[in-house]
């Protein structure tokens, strides 16, 4: 069963780039092997029938905030606590179809998003070629139902 990891890199070797601040993701292709697969751009475009999805989002307990970044395209980065909805809606929309997401850090209203699309998250900072071959491990073992003790 083949699968897809968004990764975060300014380099294209290492996982360097936090969720906030990835312009365009790396997208690896997982079967036996990762290869990868293409580079995606994140746009500044919100997808369609956002607006539910992005409920929740603002920090601030303003329910007005959410509604406002959307309608205003302002990104709440205002200090008021806001974490910029429409900038993380749009990214998360961007790799929808994977199945893991790995940057060096990625914040929990976002974790909190990705949770609602079943997508992992993974805040690492190695290289790529070291992510995919502990990521594609845990997932195999995942997959085929083993364990992760050490046989004695």
Do not use: W
């Not at 475009?45 to 307990?61: V, Y």
């Not at 179809?97 to 940057?103: G, N």
Request: charged share 30%.
């Amino acid at each position: 069963m083949s699968y897809k990891i968004a990764i975060g890199s300014s380099d294209g070797i290492n996982v360097d780039l936090k969720f906030g601040e990835t312009k365009e993701f790396l997208i690896y292709e997982v079967d036996e092997n990762a290869k990868f697969l293409e580079k995606r751009a994140v746009y500044g475009e919100l997808p369609e029938n956002t607006l539910s999805f992005t409920e929740g989002i603002c920090s601030t307990g303003d329910k007005d905030c959410t509604s406002s970044c959307i309608s205003e395209g302002s990104g709440c980065g205002d200090g008021n606590g806001c974490s910029g909805p429409k900038d993380a809606v749009v990214k998360i929309s961007v790799i929808s179809d994977c199945r893991c997401v790995v940057c060096k850090k990625i914040g929990f209203q976002a974790q909190k998003q990705f949770e609602k699309k079943a997508i992992s998250v993974f805040d690492v900072e190695c290289s790529i070629s070291e992510a995919l071959e502990k990521i594609t491990y845990y997932y195999g073992k995942i997959d085929r139902h083993e364990t992760f003790r050490k046989e004695k």
